[in-house]
T-cell receptor
């Protein structure tokens, strides 16, 4: 099993540039989560999808952030324009959520974003 | 809304000694509880989880945790640590039932194993 795949693993960009982070969930999983990890705020949930539909995006910090899940095997997190305070490690996680059941989230290796 | 407090940001322990990493949560509804481990430059890996039933939960790598509802705690323990246990450990909570499925994490505890 390949696990959750994220790309790129590292991204360095300049302030004002558009950044796109990509995630491929585990095959067969129907829930996908985007988290951000910073020293100051720890791990925070940004947004999650069930069956490709965004369910809760209350954690998305600003309108500069957007996420899409066009199909069950791919999701993107876009920041436009990027700012230095967006520098963080962004994790994608996926799970297989059954009706009335409890899912376990499996995390990808993360994308380390540095905005100069 | 729920929250998680990990009381120690850093815990140094000698190799082969026991360790306890503390976690307290706050929630107005029933919750599910998780411990994840993060090795340097890697993603998070599930150590164990409490959903219901026995309050003592056993996980991978010899770790276990005990759910204490009255004290709203879910402390992680290992009777004898190894150098390879050096990592960041995160406690997380999720509300049970329908609704929010995302995890709320604590700030993490860095476990440092000293030879």
């Amino acid at each position: 099993d390949a696990g959750v795949i994220q790309s790129p693993r590292h991204e360095v960009t300049e302030m004002g540039q558009e950044v796109t982070l990509r995630c491929k969930p585990i095959s067969g999983h129907n829930s996908l989560f985007w988290y951000r990890q910073t020293m100051m705020r720890g791990l925070e949930l940004l947004i999650y999808f069930n069956n490709n539909v965004p369910i809760d995006d209350s954690g998305m910090p600003e309108d500069r952030f957007s996420a899409k899940m066009p199909n069950a095997s791919f999701s993107t997190l876009k920041i436009q324009p990027s700012e230095p305070r967006d520098s963080a490690v962004y994790f994608c996680a996926s799970s297989h959520r059954l009706a009335g059941g409890i899912d376990t989230q499996y995390f990808g290796p993360g994308t380390r974003l540095t905005v100069l | 809304a729920q929250s998680v407090t990990q009381l120690d940001s850093q815990v140094p322990v000698f190799e082969e000694a026991p360790v306890e990493l503390r976690c307290n949560y706050s929630s107005s509804v029933s919750v599910y509880l998780f411990w994840y481990v993060q090795y340097p430059n890697q993603g998070l890996q599930l150590l164990l989880k409490y959903l219901s039933g026995s309050t003592l939960v056993k996980g991978i790598n010899g770790f276990e945790a005990e759910f204490n509802k009255s004290q709203t705690s879910f402390h992680l323990r290992k009777p004898s640590v190894h150098i390879s246990d050096t990592a960041e450990y995160f406690c997380a909570v999720r509300t049970s039932g329908g609704g929010a499925d995302g995890l709320t994490f604590g700030k993490g505890t860095h476990l440092i194993i000293q030879p």
